[in-house]
């Protein structure tokens, strides 16, 4: 097991998949306060059962490839885009994820 005091080399694509994940991971309560926020959200992710873990990790990879398909189709997005669809993505995301664990009727 790594020691969470020492910090991992992480790739731009790994820490990128988990500020990704730390998203959705919040809308479900958690919390990630601390200055080691990547390790922080690798630890929340491993005390994740086998079918939570696997259904975050196929949101994760749905996420990054719509983001490079939107890349590809328009560009790098501009700061009004950017802050636009993210305002967007917010409202429609925190309901669409939940838990498998989780009742729908929350």
């Known amino acids: 097991m790594h020691n969470i005091n020492q910090p991992r080399l992480l790739t731009d694509r790994a820490k990128h998949r988990l500020r990704i994940a730390g998203r959705f991971l919040r809308q479900q309560g958690y919390r990630f306060d601390g200055g080691n926020f990547y390790e922080v959200v690798i630890a929340a992710i491993s ?3 086998t079918a939570t873990n696997e259904h975050l990790h196929g949101i994760v990879l749905w996420v990054e490839e719509y983001e490079i398909a939107e890349r590809m189709a328009y560009g790098e997005p501009t700061r009004s885009r950017a ?24």
Do not use: V
Not at 83 to 104: C, D, E, I, M, N
């Open 47 to 49: 005390k994740l059962d």
């Open 83 to 106: 802050r636009k669809r993210k305002k967007q993505r917010a409202g429609s995301a925190r309901y669409a994820w939940r838990l498998p664990t989780q009742s729908q009727n929350e």
